[in-house]
Nanobody
Framework: QVRLVESGGGLVQAGGSLRLSCAAS????????MGWFRQAPRREREFVAA???????DYADSVKGRFTISRDNAKNAAYLQMNSLKPEDTAVYYC????????????????WGQGTQVTVSS
């Protein structure tokens, strides 16, 4: 069992930055792929970024060059650095853990956090 807790969301102006953190409990964190997803009102949950247990990363086209995913296995944590934020980045952001690898598909992730709100004003 893995428990995930996100933090770092908030209100920021367009062009600003935020760093989201995901704290994980459990002994097998280093073996999980980690992902960040987001969901805006009346929209489907969408992939943002993922990182494998080896550090390989993948990003949605909409955030490439602006967001950076990272992990610190010693701290059982994953991060999402978000720069050059846009109003369309406004959503609830979720971190998720995938015991079998890393993908962009939400259905492949077993464990989810409760989410953290990110609001970008224009």
């Amino acid at each position: 069992q893995v428990r995930l807790v996100e933090s770092g969301g908030g209100l920021v102006q367009a062009g600003g930055s935020l760093r989201l953190s995901c704290a994980a409990s459990g002994r097998a964190f280093s073996s999980y792929g980690m992902g960040w997803f987001r969901q805006a009102p009346r929209r489907e949950r969408e992939f943002v970024a993922a990182i494998s247990r080896f550090g390989t990363t993948d990003y949605a086209d909409s955030v490439k060059g602006r967001f950076t995913i990272s992990r610190d296995n010693a701290k059982n944590a994953a991060y999402l650095q978000m720069n050059s934020l846009k109003p369309e980045d406004t959503a609830v952001y979720y971190c998720a853990a995938n015991p079998t690898g890393f993908t962009s598909l939400p259905s492949h992730y077993t464990y989810w956090g409760q989410g953290t709100q990110v609001t970008v004003s224009s």
